[in-house]
């Protein structure tokens, strides 16, 4: 079944700087890549997503990249500010009705003021 | 978009007691809803998954008589904790599928077992 890493689990920065968390998969069947954030006692939410027939994607202050290749994705957030302090999560699934998703093991980023 | 629900969001049972947690898919219909727990500060692992009119699909380590399923219409599913103990106190998340593979979380549910 597919495996998802996620490096760092915890990451600090200072506001205005990127913040870059990173996944891998192993299942070279999965074609779809969510990425989730979730604060505290609340709901994980879609914050961007991309399917493997693209590289890149931008939303944003948010960015994510794929190399299909390397089963590598990463997760880019530049200018960060204070609400985006929470905890990250990365997945991976196959694009159809009813797949379900692995996520990886999250990151908590925190923003420095 | 999309609204899932949680019914309850918080609920604190006696060991040994059966809890039953509701997840419904306010505006869409969902022929398939998963089940996941969440550890403090863990990741989201899967539990099972829930079909409308068939039995669930539980994951590697889930106890199915443990953890009931059940999902009985296509807005609709169940999970009972049967004979809760403390190491089940957790936050369960429940989500739902619509027509596209996006998957609508719902907001939760913290369960703690005294």
């Known amino acids: 079944g597919e495996n998802v890493e996620q490096h760092p689990s915890t990451l600090s920065v200072q506001e205005g700087d990127s913040a870059v968390i990173k996944c891998t998969y192993s299942d070279s069947a999965s074609n779809y890549f969510p990425w989730y954030k979730q604060e505290l006692g609340k709901r994980p939410q879609l914050i961007i997503d991309i399917r493997s027939n693209v590289g890149e994607k931008k939303d944003q202050r948010i960015a994510v990249t794929l190399n299909k290749t390397a089963k590598h994705f990463s997760l880019h957030i530049t200018e960060t500010q204070p609400e985006d302090s929470a905890v990250y999560f990365c997945a991976a699934t196959v694009y159809s009705s009813a797949s379900k998703i692995i996520f990886g093991s999250g990151t908590r980023l925190s923003i420095r003021p | 978009g999309a609204v899932v629900s949680q019914h309850p969001s918080w609920v604190i049972c006696k060991s040994g007691t059966s809890v039953k947690i509701e997840c419904r898919s306010l505006d869409f219909q969902a022929t398939t809803m998963f089940w996941y727990r969440q550890f403090p500060k863990q990741s989201l692992m899967l539990m099972a998954t829930?079909?409308?009119?068939?039995?669930?699909?539980?994951e590697q380590g889930v106890e199915k008589d443990k953890f009931l399923i059940n999902h009985a219409s296509l807005t609709l599913s169940t999970l009972t904790v049967t004979s809760a103990h403390p190491e089940d106190s957790s936050f369960y998340i429940c989500?739902?599928?619509?027509?596209?593979?996006?998957?609508?979380f719902g907001p939760g549910t913290r369960l703690t077992v005294l």
């Open positions: 989500s739902a599928i619509r027509t596209t593979n996006e998957q609508f």
């Open positions: 829930s079909n409308e009119g068939s039995k669930a699909t539980y």
